[in-house]
């Protein structure tokens, strides 16, 4: 023990031990008091002790498989020993590290390692975030183009810093936080829309998620490369949002390499990068878009992050792409997404409340819909008329509470089931998802008990938040 821990009084061990019990409460008293009520209502007001894996574990011992790995930043599960080892390592090493006057090694070999990844790209810049990754993007396509407006497709999420949020297609997020950058959103795949505005020639670029996370929907197929030829027409840049669909998430290292001939010019990643520990965003893009932006030594820090290429969110980074490498996550990733997907596609002719599954690699949406039998009918009616998603907060709930799977509703009036899995899931937890979906889903169509008890409360809850 050093000197300087002889001196503290601190114990983060006896802290939590102490404290750890007051987690709600604290959450309800000191941050965002919406968040501890929202999970008491829908039960997910639950004391999860350790985690491992693609597994969790309650103060009572019992496990719950994570369906939905921190919103994609667990893509290889929790705690995967060679990135906690990395870290162990980058700490003992006492490196000279946030100089801002020298140039560490770290940086540029995670660099070096993510442009293996897009050999069309040159640069790199770290971030701390997703959004700031967007962020990041957004200003180096308006400096390098010298035009103001950025395209992005409706129903898009960027992220909720206000450049990104300009971009973000959902009106829930945006109101009350206006002015916002002059941008204009476009349907995705309206090949149409995006040429109209690209001819006024004030485009700098146009953003897009290869798989919008919000609904879990595609971009149409040839859709990308056919945007990115018109925005090259145009002098704009094609920007790829791999935040949440890249490092291995649909199957490919990349979600835009689904289709041949797209080369993005600006490529944001950030979530699975940070192995789930240090948080890290990257935008990696062409050399002459760098070059333009940092054009002389007198704008060296135009653009920079106080934390940004730290060494520990760095050591994160070069361990995450060597265990991807080493396991063949993104082979996994295919492989346990197509069992997963043909699974739950399989049960469409069976449940008249199933109208979808979509996505690709282990980015899957099941997508609920009106029934055709008059009991379910009026039950789905009822639901509808408070408010829409309700049902799938219906499927949600007992999956937790019951079978002890850990998924997400895809968005706000969406009656979508995400599920983002970390990367490593194999048949087993395939096998125990597909089971607890298929319990649940007899239940719902059973049409009673405990499931329907739960949405008539769901309804109460809506129509008093009114």
């Known amino acids: 023990m050093t000197a300087a821990e002889q001196r503290s009084g601190f114990d983060l061990g006896k802290l939590l031990a102490g404290r750890g019990s007051e987690r709600y409460d604290l959450h309800a008293r000191y941050l965002n008091h919406q968040l501890p009520r929202m999970l008491h209502t829908i039960g997910f007001d639950k004391v999860y002790e350790r985690a491992e894996g693609a597994y969790f574990w309650d103060d009572e011992g019992q496990d719950y498989l994570d369906m939905l790995a921190g919103f994609g930043v667990m893509g290889l599960g929790r705690h995967h020993p060679v990135v906690r080892k990395a870290l162990h390592d980058v700490l003992d090493a006492s490196l000279a590290d946030l100089t801002r006057f020298d140039c560490q090694p770290l940086p540029g070999l995670l660099a070096e390692k993510l442009l293996g990844h897009a050999p069309h790209l040159d640069r790199v810049f770290f971030g701390n975030s997703g959004t ?137 990643v950030a979530k699975a990068l940070s192995g789930g520990y240090v948080p890290v965003g990257a935008t990696l893009g062409k050399d002459w878009i760098f070059k333009r932006v940092y054009s002389s030594m007198d704008r060296v820090l135009v653009h920079s992050a106080s934390f940004g290429a730290n060494a520990q969110a760095m050591a994160a980074g070069l361990a995450v792409l060597a265990v991807m490498e080493d396991e063949q996550i993104v082979a996994n990733a295919r492989r346990t997404g197509e069992l997963l997907r043909d699974r739950l596609t399989a049960l469409i002719d069976r449940y008249e409340l199933l109208h979808d599954v979509r996505g690709r690699g282990l980015m899957i949406g099941i997508e609920f819909g009106k029934p055709d039998s008059l009991g379910l009918r009026s039950r789905w009616a009822m639901l509808q008329t408070a408010r829409k998603g309700l049902f799938a907060q219906m499927v949600v709930a007992p999956l937790l509470q019951r079978h002890r799977i850990l998924t997400q509703v895809s968005g706000d009036h969406l009656e979508v089931i995400k599920l983002i899995p970390p990367l490593i899931i194999g048949e087993r937890e395939v096998d125990r998802f597909v089971d607890a979906f298929t319990a649940v889903m007899d239940d719902a169509h059973g049409g009673g008990g405990l499931m329907w008890e739960f949405g008539r409360t769901l309804v109460k809850q809506a129509v008093a938040n009114r």
């Open 132 to 268: 700031e990754a967007v962020e990041t993007a957004l200003k180096f396509a308006r400096y390098a183009t010298r035009k103001p407006r950025v395209l992005y497709c409706e129903h898009a999420f960027h992220g909720l810093t206000t450049g990104s949020l300009s971009v973000n297609g959902e009106d829930g997020f945006r109101d009350g936080f206006a002015p916002l950058l002059p941008d204009t959103a476009i349907a995705m795949g309206d090949l149409g829309a995006l040429e109209r505005e690209l001819k006024r020639g004030d485009v700098a670029g146009f953003v897009v998620e290869p798989i919008q996370g919000k609904g879990v929907h595609e971009a149409p197929p040839g859709f990308l490369r056919a945007a990115q030829e018109l925005l090259h027409r145009h002098k704009a840049l094609l920007i790829a949002d791999e935040v949440q669909t890249g490092l291995g998430r649909t199957g490919d290292f990349f979600a835009y390499a689904h289709e041949d001939g797209v080369e993005p010019d600006l490529v944001c």
